[in-house]
């Protein structure tokens, strides 16, 4: 797929299962590398496939130099729905190379910035996750019940 988006594919600097904080740091890597003048990135992931419109722009106008922003909805925190400065590459690299993997900790322990998206038109959690087959059946229905209502989606 990264193909037909013309985005480049990149494996995770350290090879193995690390989490989803290796791949923030592989892509932290990639922006020093190959476009300096990026400050922050966005991580979205791949099985949340309704997140709202606005996300970037909101998550990039609450972030700041060094602090990261991530998605609440319902009061519920999102974590892996964030924008990351890159300027905390040494300190995630370190909590890291420590043992520690969880991205919600990480987020808090660098005093995010938490940002409230409503739920969406038809009541669905925008940050909706996909994990289970069940879940992937919930997904195609309220695609389908959005595709004949006319409510827009991703």
């Not at 519920?76 to 991205?103: E, I, K, M, T, Y």
Request: proline share 10%; hydrophobic share 40%; charged share 20%.
């Amino acid at each position: 797929m990264p193909e037909t988006l013309h985005l480049p594919a990149v494996c995770d600097f350290q090879p193995g299962r690390g989490g989803p904080l290796v791949g923030i740091i592989t892509a932290m890597l990639y922006a020093r590398a190959n476009q300096p003048e990026s400050s922050r990135l966005v991580s979205v992931p791949c099985d949340g496939p309704f997140f709202p419109e606005a996300l970037v722009k909101r998550l990039t106008a609450a972030s700041g130099a060094d602090t990261p922003a991530i998605a609440v909805s319902e009061g519920r925190r999102h974590p892996l729905f964030a924008c990351w400065p890159v300027s905390l590459l040494p300190q995630l690299q370190d909590w890291v190379a420590a043992g520690n993997a969880r991205v919600g900790q990480f987020l808090s322990e660098c005093g995010a910035a938490e940002v409230d998206f409503p739920l969406d038109e038809d009541g669905t959690d925008p940050f909706f996750n996909i994990n289970t087959p069940e879940d992937l059946a919930e997904a195609q229905r309220i695609l389908a019940a959005r595709q004949s209502s006319g409510l827009k989606s991703p």
